[in-house]
């Protein structure tokens, strides 16, 4: 099975601009979560999508926002860029159903770099 | 208000010894927990799970111990290896809920 997928790797944007991440989950999940790893910081929770609705939201600014299609595969913009949102963006997919659905699988991340 | 707190930054150990990891949290809601691998610039790697029925899961040299009464897990690698040396994270979540609260991490150096 392939695992979680993010595009681009890398991106380099200027305040002011909006940007888009990309993030395909694993065959078969349908849950898809979204964090911000800023140097020595843990993983600061944006939200969480499953089937198509926005299921759980972190304490994010509005210009932080996503969506997930029908192929679960999700989206998160962010509009406005500010210097503080130069990160690591994460993107996690899991099982649907149970016990299993709380582990989540990492994707390899986007490194943002705003300037 | 942080639920999940791993209180050491950083764990230095002799490759060959244990390592061992700790997380405490004050959610008593909380009934399944995680443990996590990271390196730099990748994302987490699932490590090792263990839920609130049991006590210990063991699996290879990872083995996660959970004391509910004092709210503390703990990550045990042994034998530490320098494929080891990454950021340890722990995560918990209460039931019903998907969503993960995790700590702050812990950087673990294996010294060769």
């Known amino acids: 099975k392939a695992g979680v997928t993010q595009t681009p790797r890398y991106l380099i944007k200027t305040r002011g601009q909006q940007v888009t991440l990309s993030c395909s989950p694993i065959?078969?999940?349908?849950?898809v979560s979204w964090y911000q790893q800023t140097p020595g910081q843990g993983l600061q929770f944006l939200f969480e999508?499953?089937?198509?609705?926005?299921?759980n939201k972190g304490n994010f600014p509005g210009r932080f926002s996503g969506r997930q299609f029908s192929n679960s595969r999700s989206e998160m913009n962010v509009s406005t860029l500010e210097l503080g949102d130069s990160a690591l963006y994460l993107c996690a997919s899991s099982f649907p159903m149970g016990q299993l659905s709380k582990t989540q699988y990492f994707g390899p991340g986007t490194r943002l770099l705003v300037l | 208000d942080q639920q999940v707190k791993q209180n050491s930054p950083s764990l230095s150990v002799q490759e060959g010894r244990i390592s061992i990891l700790n997380c405490d949290y004050t959610n008593s809601m909380f009934d399944y927990f995680l443990w996590y691998k990271k390196y730099p610039a990748e994302g987490p790697t699932f490590l090792i799970s263990?839920?609130?029925i049991k006590d210990k899961n063991e699996d290879g040299r990872f083995t996660v111990f959970l004391n509910k009464s004092a709210k503390h897990l703990s990550l045990h690698i042994v034998p530490s290896q320098p494929g080891d040396s990454a950021v340890y994270f722990c995560?918990?979540?209460?039931?019903?809920?998907?969503?993960?609260?995790w700590g702050a991490g812990t950087k673990l150096i294996i010294k060769p």
């Open positions: 995560a918990a979540s209460a039931r019903r809920d998907y969503q993960l609260i």
């Open positions: 999508y499953f089937s198509e609705t926005q299921r």
């Open positions: 065959s078969g999940h349908r849950s």
């Open positions: 263990i839920s609130s």
